[in-house]
């Protein structure tokens, strides 16, 4: 079961979202635009698919599993997670039916690509599907590549329901458990693509104190290995 309850009277044409997936590129990727733009929440999804998690943010606000944003022409949508079984699967077909139902013109998919496949300097690539007809200046994802989880759901109910969907792939490191230079890349792919602008120097500064910690984490781990100590 699911159900989306709006509160506002006009519902957005365009929508973005992102999942927790390689580097977490685009659960996070939404948080960063959640905290740096003037989004107001819009509505909510009613689901018995996932847990019933609520988090408690800045200003004594509650935030709920699901929850819809609008910015000007954009829709945002923050799951706080997914199962990935069938009702994952269920949720994501709702979610995508009611748009396709409110005549949605597009949906952005925000997500990571293993950065083993990087070629030179690029930070990302793309997949859509055929209902997406806009050319753009980005290369399409290798031949081969497996998409998994929400994203590959979210691209498989976007077809059949018509709805033009793009997917931001931005590369990423698939053994950290958030990579804030593929949000970067992701946020940045995204500007280009949409003209939504966002500062994301920000980003850069906690992405270099991240790795620098993260540094000093694995040569402490590498000095303990060497002298045979564990804890």
């Known amino acids: 079961m699911a159900k989306i309850f709006i509160y506002d009277t006009e519902v957005p044409k365009k929508f973005i979202m992102g999942f927790r ?15 740096h733009l003037p989004y107001r929440k819009i509505g909510l999804v009613e689901t018995n698919y996932i847990h019933p998690v609520v988090i408690v943010g800045e200003d004594h606000k509650l935030h709920y599993p699901i929850e819809i944003y609008s910015i000007g022409d954009y829709g945002l949508i923050r799951f706080e997670d997914i199962p990935l079984n069938k009702n994952g699967a269920n949720l994501i077909k709702r979610v ?35 209902h997406y007809k806009e050319e753009l200046n980005i290369k ?23 709805l033009p969907a793009i997917g931001i792939l931005a590369y990423a490191d698939a053994n950290r458990p958030v990579d804030l230079i593929g949000v970067y890349n992701a946020l940045k792919i995204l500007s280009d693509i949409t003209g939504i602008k966002v500062e994301l120097e920000e980003l850069i500064d906690e992405a270099t104190t991240y790795e620098a910690r993260l540094s000093e984490l694995e040569k402490e781990f590498s000095e303990r290995e060497n002298k045979g100590i564990y804890t």
């Open 140 to 162: 399409y994802a290798q031949k081969d590549v497996r998409i998994l989880g929400p994203l590959a759901y979210a691209l498989y109910y976007s077809e059949l329901y018509k």
């Open 96 to 130: 995508i039916k009611w748009m396709a139902d409110n005549g949605a013109e597009e949906l952005i998919l925000l997500g990571g690509l293993v950065s083993s496949l990087k070629e030179g300097d690029e930070i990302g690539r793309i997949v859509h599907n055929s």
């Open 21 to 35: 997936g390689i580097g977490q590129v685009g659960y996070y990727s939404l948080l960063y635009l959640l905290s």
